[in-house]
């Protein structure tokens, strides 16, 4: 795909700024950021990484104008305006434009903020009572903290909910006053642009869902986006130089015609804001789903559970009604696939989030033809780590969130390293050496690369998984890899290179009981690789992913499934935007759920086992029993073996490792030869 073919390489006038490309970074919370919300290393570096990679416009999501309690990027006072500089500065040298998306949430801030510093405040005194042996007063303390901790929570879970009912004009107005502020702080700190985050509080406000005010920001159409268009107004006033977008939240319907979001706006009224938007002097207008369902799979869907590109239909109707760009994001996986956008009109800008998190080289790909790594939308290493707090991290990415330490080194020399086991984790080692200058070999007995995701790619929903595979399959030969498949590598073969990585990955475990040699008994693996079939009843034994999955993909076959777990629930590891989907098909097919039950016998009636907590004794009875209790690694014999020798993914350790894992451990052992 040449420079001159490529619309996704094309510039872009916004206001009076040119992007260099379509290719845009939307907001995304990543983490990264500092306590006090000021731009540190790790979010430095993610940001300027991007930029490296080519994008053309970078959005930082989620910029509080006020002191939150929340782990967001803050802009609310002026000591934090070097800190976004530096970074402007930094992306600026790539001809990358920065964008802070301000927002605010919708509570109280200054209310549940003052409500958390005295739970604080009251959990310090209990500690100094300690530290002076007055466990009275530290006991006092303590309770006082928590009860305030409580509070501030239940009058949070309260605002969530009521707070843009409830919150009165001066309110509204000081907020306004803050985002303004914000926004002249971002020009000083060079930024070029202002995303004005159209959901939360603002979404709120505009919705007919959660907006119930009486006065004049309630009711009407016309009273609920009125608020909205005093804060563009606002950002105008204050920032007049900098280009203005608004992320404009749509209230998509589901397949079963249930609505998905309830900030934002419904469709027909979304349109019509996109026209007053343009009239108040907004420059460029993203069209994104609408948050506030509870679930973040509903704004930030996993693999299999929503159509590509999903909101494309209603922001090319946008777009035909305005004449200022349309940023376009949601399950835009490809570069095919935006550059079919911009080819038919629907969209000037597309906004790839996972998918650069994924590889942040897509620009730079496109111009040199190079395969790009294609995000799964598995959620796991993204959208989990927001949920729980973590920093954000691509499971395919092993530089995510590193990127100032962790990078491909420059090779020394001229090597031979062999690689033993096709799976992700060999096959990322293969890469990464190979990117070092080295020559590679791949072995494998298999007759098709790809090992365990082979399996992981057959339960329903599954298969994006398979884009994993078929980038190395692009990129391994054309990085001059050797692989050898069907075939195993002799030791005299292994001592002639200069290095060996051993990625030989992991074998099902059968559950050492009574029966468990019996026909009927099958494992999980087997049945995923479509060696064994089965029909009726079936008992899974594991409740983990493995177990989970393999259940979803027996109802699909028709079975009858049981699900028999020693922890007290199934599918603990999976990620909180797909888990409610399998539950829901679970409760549909009336699958049976053994929770903090122990197996202690096969018999030809079926599975024994103790309830762990009343320790009687449970029959479930079935045709077939599956195995899907775990795996354990492939040992791999070295003796005899005189080169140096390197364990990637299952087997380089006691516990087997999950796709995150295998990719960092072979990244890590092909970087360090």
């Known amino acids: 795909m040449s420079q001159e073919k490529s619309l996704l390489l094309q510039p872009l006038k916004v206001k009076n700024q040119v992007l260099k490309n379509r290719i845009m970074f939307p907001p995304l919370t990543t983490g990264y950021e500092e306590r006090d919300g000021s731009i540190g290393e790790r979010s430095f570096h993610f940001y300027k990484r991007l930029a490296k990679g080519g994008v053309s416009y970078i959005v930082i999501g989620d910029v509080a104008p006020v002191n939150t309690a929340s782990p967001t990027p803050k802009l609310c006072d002026d000591s934090q305006i070097p800190s976004f500089q530096r970074l402007a ?64 929570y239940k ?18 107005t000081e907020i306004k006053t803050a985002i303004a502020a914000c ?101 460029m207008i993203q069209v994104a789903q609408a948050n506030h369902t509870g679930n973040m799979g509903d704004t930030i869907p996993p693999m299999g559970t929503m159509p590509y590109n999903w909101t494309l239909p209603i922001a090319e109707e946008i777009k035909g009604l305005v004449s200022i760009p349309i940023a376009t994001v949601g399950r835009v996986i490809t570069v095919e696939a935006g550059e079919e956008i911009l080819k038919k009109g629907q969209a000037d800008m597309i906004g790839y989030g996972r998918s650069l998190l994924t590889d942040p080289d897509i620009a730079k790909k496109v111009e040199q033809r190079e395969p790009i790594r294609t995000c799964l939308n598995c959620n796991k290493g993204c959208v989990d780590a927001i949920q729980n707090r973590r920093y954000i991290s691509c499971i395919l990415n092993a530089e995510n969130g590193d990127e100032d330490t962790i990078y491909i080194k420059p090779g020394e020399g001229e090597k031979n390293v062999i690689v033993i086991g096709a799976g992700i984790a060999g096959l990322e080692a293969a890469r990464v050496v190979a990117k070092r200058g080295y020559r590679v070999t791949v072995y494998d007995t298999a007759e098709k690369m790809g090992g365990q995701i082979l399996l992981a790619a057959v339960p329903p929903r599954k298969s994006e998984i398979l884009r994993a595979v078929e ?37 099902n475990v059968i559950l050492p009981v009574s029966g468990s040699d019996a026909k009927n008994v099958v494992s999980a693996w087997d049945i995923l690789a479509k060696k064994t079939a089965v029909s009726g009843r079936c008992a899974v034994i594991g409740g983990g992913l493995v177990g989970t999955e393999t259940a979803e993909y027996l109802l699909e076959q028709g079975c009858q499934v049981s699900i028999i777990e020693m922890l007290d629930k199934i599918a603990g590891e999976e990620s909180s935007t797909i888990l409610p989907i399998i539950l829901e098909d679970f409760k549909a097919h009336q699958v049976k759920q053994y929770v903090n039950t122990q197996v202690t016998a096969i018999t030809e009636d079926g599975v024994e086992a103790v309830d762990r907590n009343t320790k009687e004794t449970v029959l479930i009875p079935c045709d077939y029993v599956v195995m899907a209790v775990g795996s354990r690694k492939v040992l ?16 380089a350790g006691e516990k087997t490792a999950g796709i995150s894992e295998a990719i960092r451990s072979g990244y890590q052992a092909a970087n360090e030869i």
């Open 471 to 507: 980038y190395y399959e692009k990129i391994l030969p054309m990085l001059g890899v050797t692989i050898c498949l069907g075939q195993t590598c002799e030791k005299q073969t292994i001592n002639q290179a200069d290095a060996l990585i051993v990625a030989v990955g992991a074998e």
């Open 89 to 152: 500065e930094a992306l600026h040298e790539y001809d990358c434009k920065l964008a802070l998306q301000i927002f605010h949430p919708e509570y109280d801030v200054p209310g549940v903020g003052k409500m958390i510093v005295g739970s604080m405040m009251a959990s310090k005194a209990a500690e100094a009572a300690k530290a002076a042996g007055d466990m009275e007063l530290f006991q006092a303390k303590m309770a006082e903290s928590n009860q305030i901790r409580g509070e501030a």
């Open 183 to 283: 926004a002249k702080r971002a020009e000083t700190a060079k930024a070029d642009a202002i995303e004005v985050h159209g959901d939360r509080l603002l979404g709120s406000l505009c919705s007919s869902l959660l907006n119930h005010r009486e006065d004049i920001y309630g009711g009407s159409f016309e009273n609920r986006v009125r608020y909205a268009l005093e804060v563009v107004a606002a950002i105008k006033e204050a920032a007049p130089n900098l280009i203005l977008e608004y992320k404009l939240p749509v209230i998509m319907t589901n397949p079963d015609k249930t609505l998905r979001g309830k900030g934002g706006l419904l469709p027909e009224e979304a349109k019509k804001f996109a026209v007053l938007l343009e009239e108040a002097g907004v420059d």
């Open 155 to 172: 009058k949070l879970r309260h605002d969530m909910l009521h707070f843009v009912t409830e919150a009165t004009i001066d309110q509204l």
């Open 636 to 651: 791999f014999d070295t003796d005899g073996i005189t080169i140096p020798i390197r364990f990637a993914g299952d087997c």
